[in-house]
């Protein structure tokens, strides 16, 4: 009896060793890891996207490990163990127990690192309603902030099928146009050199012009007449910023200080007008 017990005893105890070190081991390879991304997030042109992606890949490997090293401690769970234990074992066990859904995402993920569509810290937009900064890609899912601070989480095999917008991919220069309409009788030329003077001058500017463009005579800032609509004739000006967060503060800006130069020199922006011409009834 006091043998049995002796023996449950160190059996428990192991068991109780191994999961220990399994969590100490994951612990403490996560925290290494976190310091390496820290790291590198600081060194520019440094993607993390595949370090990260297999971080998740090996903490899970290393609970798994620990898992089967605990199950073959008890007699009648050692076959189990060591089909864990096992390369071969691993592989069919899980393609038995996960859903068609869990190896998809999986699956999806390990293609989106290595054709990387998307990468951690780009700003990315989806199906147009989603927009923010990938933040996270692991084994299930792409964790994504967005400019409220919210978390939108959408599994691999949903976001690896979708249409994205990558701001970041290749090159994070960002274009942004502004259109604003003026009366027909306000002085159309003058508001173009308003509107080129004030890009021009924003310090988020940016001159994308070639040697050869500047060569040719390409102008700083261009803006055009696009459109003639029913009230208003449109024009348009292209302003460049270095990524599209500048580009988000530079169109603001340029809202702003252009409305208040047209208003200053009388540039007229119109409101649609209608006539309406009521009709008396005959008695």
């Given at each position: ?10 059996t ?16 403490l ?22 370090f990260?992606f ?14 089967a ?6 007699p009648a769970?050692k ?25 998809s ?16 810290n ?14 996270d890609?692991?084994?299930?899912q ?8 919210n978390?939108i989480?959408?599994?691999n ?12 991919m ?35 500017y ?42 988000f ?32 009834e005959?008695?």
């Amino acid at each position: 009896m006091l043998k049995k017990f002796s023996g449950e005893f160190s059996t428990i105890s192991m068991i109780a060793i191994i999961i220990a070190a399994t969590f100490l081991i994951a612990f403490l390879f996560n925290w290494m890891a976190h310091r390496y991304i820290k790291r590198s997030l600081m060194m520019p042109d440094h993607d993390v996207t595949s370090f990260q992606f297999f971080r998740h890949i090996i903490t899970a490997i290393i609970y798994l490990v620990g898992f089967a090293a605990a199950l073959v401690q008890i007699p009648a769970l050692k076959i189990v163990g060591h089909s864990l234990l096992a390369g071969a074992g691993v592989i069919s066990l899980v393609a038995g127990l996960a859903s068609q859904q869990a190896l998809s995402n999986i699956m999806s993920g390990i293609l989106i690192v290595v054709f990387k569509p998307f990468r951690i810290n780009d700003r990315i937009t989806l199906r147009e309603t989603f927009t923010g900064i990938v933040e996270d890609i692991n084994l299930r899912q792409v964790v994504i902030r967005d400019f409220e601070n919210n978390r939108i989480i959408i599994p691999n095999s949903v976001i690896s099928s979708d249409i994205i917008v990558n701001a970041h991919m290749s090159d994070a220069k960002c274009c942004k146009m502004i259109e604003i309409g003026i009366g027909y009788s306000s002085n159309m030329e003058r508001a173009l050199e308003i509107m080129t003077e004030e890009v021009a001058k924003h310090p988020l500017y940016i001159d994308t012009r070639t040697p050869k463009d500047i060569k040719n005579g390409t102008p700083l800032v261009v803006a055009r007449v696009i459109a003639l609509a029913e009230s208003s004739v449109t024009l348009k000006v292209w302003a460049w910023a270095e990524n599209a967060t500048d580009g988000f503060v530079l169109y603001c800006d340029l809202l702003q200080s252009i409305k208040h130069r047209f208003d200053a020199e009388n540039i007229e922006i119109p409101f649609p007008q209608r006539k309406v011409t009521l009709q008396k009834e005959e008695d």
